[in-house]
């Protein structure tokens, strides 16, 4: 015990309300703990508003020439889903995730800029209400959540694409301050033992996805200033008659597929923390889970064109980017084995964070190999447009991020409320969403196949079209009902859950060592960090040998 | 921390900045605006100007040096300059707008207003919030704020205002001296890609 680190404060006294005083204290709040919970009821309340759309438009699709939701209606819905899940749901659930647990587990009291913090998530708050606002303005945005040019221009549509842009850029700056906000904490507010490999795999993640946000966002930010610019002031980037609607495709990828990195990576690191704890043993090829993270990272900038196959860029380019979208699959393989190899010849234990993670790996694998496939350019232009991408894209992002963001949900909740989430509810929430899940998506790789094109308010009466998108309508209910499993579960375990102690699963990582929930000064002192499980080694140092 | 901080952020608004850029290239090429930038711009007041923006980097680390060897007078009159020298490159670049929009060339004339306008705009108004740091500063600067322990106030906000100087130097290369070099040479570009 004498040799417990001591934690230093951050150097100044910080405005945060230290007694209870309610919703107030929140608000004033830039406590990280606070602020990175405040994320997550953030992304709660858009995944119910954006699960909401969804499901209004599986009842359209349920039926042939259905005239449950009008075309234009439609065009809202299916863009205001994508955008609203893609920028309000699980970049903020995931960096909230990072903003509560990094300090944490790096054993840092605050981020390195406690008000910056609280500005993003405020900004990132304000940027999706802004974006839900066009709904009362005569109409939201209605190009696709990727609003491609010209149909983004003037001409062709009404106001919800101004908010559109101003949405997301107010939340691009709350993103990238939070980017720069990451990188600093995690390279200078470690305990001083804990060298760059002795890190938890997650705060590796939540650095590498840091150096994303920053270098990709700003593509964004600059076609979303030029869409505006065209549509307020009559510039002409993206017009077709002047400009190219078809650098919006290039800026807006080069920022696109980097995003899908950053909200895969954080969820890698997610499951990198819960395989080890899960199976009781060290994770296998630490070092690989970080250099293949690391070459995602780096590949992510040389694939976006790949989204553009349709476009017409000719052979050189599409053999190119075919090449290097394949070659991405390589570190996203490894760390599957990764995984596997942590599994094998552990003591499993099926609790509800290890439940999702495992079927993750099977989720993920359908999504990353149906990736493989559109990498292939004969294939794409084949399937492109169809539900085949609409069942790719749910497998990677529901199947990888918000899986991610389930199991860290279930492993974290302990330590961020005190209580444990019923485990019984918990299992009723699991099989009702992944059956769900899978009945929703996984036959809408053949709706593509015979044909269905994505984006298409409804359809006529061919063979099997109504009897597929029944059954996947009648899985988006099924996902429905589990969500409210969940909110009934989180209600429940709030009020009158099982209380928590400090280290319920017996994990390896810092946070575990505070109190649940911590104090607003997470530590006073710190085990010493003598690998990448320090907690672990600290309560096994009395058997030096019992580490392998 | 904070030097690290504001290199990152810079590092990003690069990012932002080359997006334009390449917005511009693309368009000089497609449009062959080259020749359109040499009638309408003015490469010697805009040069002078430039030279200030230039020369502003400089006094701003002569402030800075002489807040190290603790001359707060010293400090605040070069922070001054800087801020003169800075404001006065704004006046000249609102001179040159009011120039082209009285003169009927707005963001919405063609493909090189637009890119024009965007990237210079941009540019003017990440420098308004680089002389609103700056005027920050010497507030602080001459309360005493900035003494030894805060040494590295001056240092972060110095590399956003080297970055903005910088960025300046390119856009006026870029947009100015280009054309001057070889207005024609987009079409030649564009031929050898395509072959046509």
């Known amino acids: 015990m004498e040799s417990l680190l001591h934690v230093p404060e951050p150097a100044e006294p910080l405005p945060s309300a230290t007694t209870r005083r309610g919703l107030l204290e929140w608000i004033s709040s830039v406590d990280h703990k606070q602020v990175g919970i405040m994320y997550q009821w953030v992304a709660l309340l858009f995944f119910l508003a954006g699960g909401a759309l969804a499901l209004m438009m599986r009842v359209q699709l349920s039926v042939a020439n259905n005239r449950f939701l009008s075309p234009e209606v439609y065009n809202q819905f299916f863009t205001m889903h994508g955008t609203v899940m893609i920028f309000f749901v699980l970049m903020p659930a995931l960096i909230g995730a990072g903003v509560y647990l990094v300090p944490l587990m790096i054993g840092a009291n605050e981020m390195a800029y406690p008000r910056l913090n609280a500005l993003s998530m405020w900004l990132t708050l304000f940027g999706g209400l802004l974006l839900f606002f066009s709904f009362l303005t005569g109409g939201a945005p209605d190009a696709g959540w990727f609003n491609y040019a010209p149909l983004t221009e003037e001409v062709y549509t009404g106001s919800g694409i101004n908010y559109y842009c101003m949405g997301l850029l107010i939340a691009g700056i709350g993103s990238v301050a939070a980017g720069l906000n990451f990188v600093v904490t995690i390279l200078k507010m470690r305990v001083p033992d804990m060298s760059l490999k002795r890190m938890p795999l997650f705060v ?36 077709n008659t002047h400009g190219s609607p078809l650098l919006w495709q290039h800026l807006f990828w080069l920022f696109g597929h980097p995003e899908v990195y950053i909200l895969i ?73 990764n995984w596997l190899g942590t599994m094998y010849g552990g003591s499993i234990r099926l609790r509800m964070p290890m439940l999702f993670a495992v079927a993750f790996l099977i989720e993920f694998t359908i999504g990353g190999l149906t990736g493989i496939m559109f990498a292939i350019v004969p294939i794409d232009w084949q399937v492109t447009d169809s539900y085949v991408v609409v069942a790719h894209l749910h497998y990677v992002f529901v199947g990888g991020s918000l899986f991610g963001v389930f199991a860290g949900l279930f492993y974290w909740f302990p330590k961020m409320s005190g209580k444990m989430l019923d485990e019984k509810l918990g299992r009723v929430f699991f099989w009702l969403f992944v059956i769900g899940f899978n009945l929703t998506f996984l036959i809408q790789h053949w709706l593509g196949m015979i044909g269905m094109p994505r984006r298409v308010y409804t359809y006529l009466d061919f063979p099997h079209y109504t009897l597929f998108n029944m059954i996947s309508t009648v899985g988006a209910f099924l996902m429905a009902a589990s969500v409210f499993v969940l909110l009934w579960n989180i209600f429940k375990s709030i009020r009158s859950g099982e209380v928590a102690p400090p280290d319920p699963w017996d994990a390896n990582t810092l946070e575990w060592y505070t109190d649940s929930p911590p104090s607003l000064k997470n530590f006073e002192r710190v085990p010493p960090v003598t690998s990448d499980r320090p907690l672990y080694d600290f309560k096994h140092s009395h058997q030096p040998d019992d580490a392998t | 921390m904070n030097r690290l901080m504001m290199k990152l952020f810079v590092a990003s608004e690069a990012i932002f900045f080359v997006s ?4 511009y290239v693309y368009f000089w090429i497609s449009a062959r605006f080259g020749t ?11 040069g002078v100007f430039t030279g200030m923006l230039v020369l502003s980097s400089g006094t701003l680390w002569m402030s800075e040096r002489s807040r190290n060897r603790g001359k707060r007078t ?75 322990d805060r040494a590295n106030v001056m240092a972060t906000a110095g590399i956003y205002w080297h970055f903005v100087d910088a960025v300046w130097v390119v856009v006026f290369t870029l947009i100015y001296v280009f054309p001057h070099i070889a207005p024609h040479l987009a079409p030649h570009v564009v031929q050898n890609i395509t072959g046509s």
């Open chain 2, 20 to 23: 334009l850029m390449v917005a």
């Open chain 2, 36 to 46: 359109e930038a040499l009638a309408r711009l003015d490469i010697v007041t805009s």
């Open chain 2, 74 to 148: 010293a400090a605040l009159v070069w922070l001054g300059a800087t801020l003169l020298l800075g404001a006065a490159f704004l006046a000249g670049q609102s001179h040159e707008y009011y120039r082209l929009l009285s003169g009927g060339f707005t963001i919405g004339s063609d493909e090189f207003g637009t890119s024009f306008f965007t990237l210079t705009g941009f540019h003017g108004l990440h420098l308004l919030l680089g002389l609103l740091t700056l005027g920050t500063l010497m507030l602080l600067l001459s309360k005493g704020y900035l003494d030894n």
């Open chain 1, 265 to 337: 990576l954080p969820a890698f690191g997610i499951f990198s923390e819960v395989f080890p704890v899960f199976s009781r043993k060290p994770i296998f090829g630490y070092s690989f889970v970080v250099a293949s993270g690391i070459a995602i990272a780096l590949l992510a900038y040389g694939v976006w064109m790949h989204h553009m196959f349709a476009a017409g860029l000719g052979n050189t380019v599409n053999a190119f980017f075919s090449a290097s979208s394949l070659l991405i699959g390589v570190p996203t393989g490894v760390k599957i084995f």
């Open chain 1, 204 to 239: 590796w993640m939540m650095l590498i996805t840091a150096f994303l946000i920053l270098g990709a966002l700003p593509s964004l930010n600059a076609a979303l200033s030029m869409l505006l610019l065209d549509r307020l002031l009559h510039a002409m980037f993206f017009v």
